[in-house]
Nanobody, 121 residues
Framework: QVQLVESGGGLVQAGGSLRLSCAVS????????MGWYRQAPGKQRELVAH???????NYADSVKGRFTISRDNAKNTVYLQMNSLKPEDTAVYYC???????????????WGQGTQVTVSS
């Protein structure tokens, strides 16, 4: 069982920044990709960014150039630095960790509680 604890969300004005953190604990493999996802009201959860164990990153087109994903393998923690936030970034943000194909597909059986990000215009 993997435990995921997301934090760092909040209310911010458009153009502002937030840094999300996700601590992963439990039965995890050292060879894992990590990803950040978000789910806006009435929409499906989508992959925002992911990072491999080697540090390779990939971003959704909607956040490229504004968001940066990073990880601290020693702490089993993944971060999401979000700059130039827009109202359309408003969502509950989740993280997860697993084999890269699973992270890309988002087909996890369990998720953390997420952290709410609200961007006001």
């Amino acid at each position: 069982q993997v435990q995921l604890v997301e934090s760092g969300g909040g209310l911010v004005q458009a153009g502002g920044s937030l840094r999300l953190s996700c601590a992963v604990s439990g039965r995890i493999s050292s060879i894992n990709a990590m990803g950040w996802y978000r789910q806006a009201p009435g929409k499906q959860r989508e992959l925002v960014a992911h990072i491999t164990i080697l540090g390779r990153t990939n971003y959704a087109d909607s956040v490229k150039g504004r968001f940066t994903i990073s990880r601290d393998n020693a702490k089993n923690t993944v971060y999401l630095q979000m700059n130039s936030l827009k109202p359309e970034d408003t969502a509950v943000y989740y993280c997860n960790s697993g084999p890269l194909p699973t992270v890309v597909a988002g087909t996890f059986s369990s998720w953390g509680q997420g952290t709410q990000v609200t961007v006001s215009s």
